[in-house]
């Protein structure tokens, strides 16, 4: 399994990549609440698919990143309001009762 993520998403596509640790959580949260409309998705990623979504935000390709995340996440899922979401914890929980799914 890859490395998980945090996918910062809103209509213009993917905003940010972050580690799923506690400083990746924190700016995320801060980053949802200047994006009223951003979703947060939780995604494992292999180092490869990674870096070449993080070279794809880097050249202002929001949206061909947004789909490199749905198309090369091994696990792919919803986190709900990052507001309502007291510490990443919730992701490991999450990933632990099937909330957030396998690809197939």
Same mark, same amino acid.
């Given at each position: 399994? #890859? ?6 998403? *809103?209509?213009? #596509? %993917?905003?940010?990549?972050?580690? !799923?640790?506690?400083? #990746? ?5 801060? %980053?949802?609440?200047? %994006? ?15 870096? *070449? &979504? ?5 050249? *202002? +390709? ?11 996440? !091994?696990? %792919?899922?919803? &986190?709900?309001?990052?507001? *309502? &979401? ?9 990933? +632990? ?8």
């Amino acid at each position: 399994m #890859g490395r998980a993520y945090l996918a910062i998403v *809103d209509r213009h #596509g %993917l905003r940010a990549l972050l580690p !799923e640790d506690d400083d #990746g959580f924190r700016f995320a949260r801060l %980053l949802s609440n200047q %994006l009223p409309n951003a979703a947060c998705y939780w995604a494992t990623l292999s180092s490869s698919d990674a870096i *070449d &979504v993080c070279r794809q935000l880097d050249q *202002d +390709k929001a949206m061909p990143a947004c789909r490199a995340v749905s198309d090369h996440a !091994e696990f %792919l899922g919803i &986190v709900p309001r990052l507001s *309502d &979401v007291s510490h990443v914890d919730w992701l490991t929980n999450a990933a +632990k009762h099937q909330f957030l799914h396998p690809r197939a």
